[in-house]
């Protein structure tokens, strides 16, 4: 037995007009690495989830972190492209609970799979599905209100890292 359902993403493409390493390195600085040796200590220790907030409150301080980077400049290059591309996956793990506990599905969409690219200019373009109307295709509203909240936290994590851009996310 299989249940198929087709819903829309949204996606979003800004060109932030930001030298693709000085953007890279801003939203690396902005969304640090998850740290998983805390995480696993706290887990080894019998900590507790209060723990975890705390460390997850600590380890990202714009709320969000990196859990996951692809470098496929590299790789292509082989290949004969220029482009240079960065794949990365940012979220928080205390956020995505508060949608697991509704939907195991929602970790499809977490973390957060984000793109940073470079133009013809070699500025960066930083390109996402948006979370809002990912996270509502699963037609929760606790769900859906979290996503909106992750849309804030996008927008908030680009202006740290030197980007505004709140109307691409409205």
């Known amino acids: 037995m299989f249940y198929r359902e087709q819903h829309e993403m949204t996606r979003i493409d800004i060109f932030t007009g930001v030298p693709f390493d000085q953007f890279v390195t801003a939203l690396e600085k902005a969304a640090p690495p998850v740290d998983r040796a805390v995480f696993a200590k706290i887990a080894e220790s019998g900590g507790d989830w209060n723990d975890v907030l705390a460390a997850a409150a600590e380890n990202a301080p714009n709320e969000l972190m990196v859990y996951g980077k692809i470098d496929a400049t590299e790789l292509f290059s082989v290949a004969g492209h220029h482009t240079r591309a960065i794949e990365y996956l940012i979220g ?75 109307e691409a996310f409205a």
């Open 92 to 166: 928080n793990h205390v956020i995505a609970e508060t949608m697991f506990r509704h939907d195991p599905k929602a970790l499809l969409y977490a973390p957060l799979r984000m793109l940073v690219h470079s133009d013809g200019d070699g500025n960066a373009v930083f390109t996402m599905d948006q979370p809002g109307p990912a996270f509502d295709s699963l037609g929760i509203d606790e769900v859906s209100k979290v996503g909106e909240g992750l849309d804030r936290k996008v927008v908030n994590l680009l202006r740290v890292a030197g980007v505004e851009v709140e």
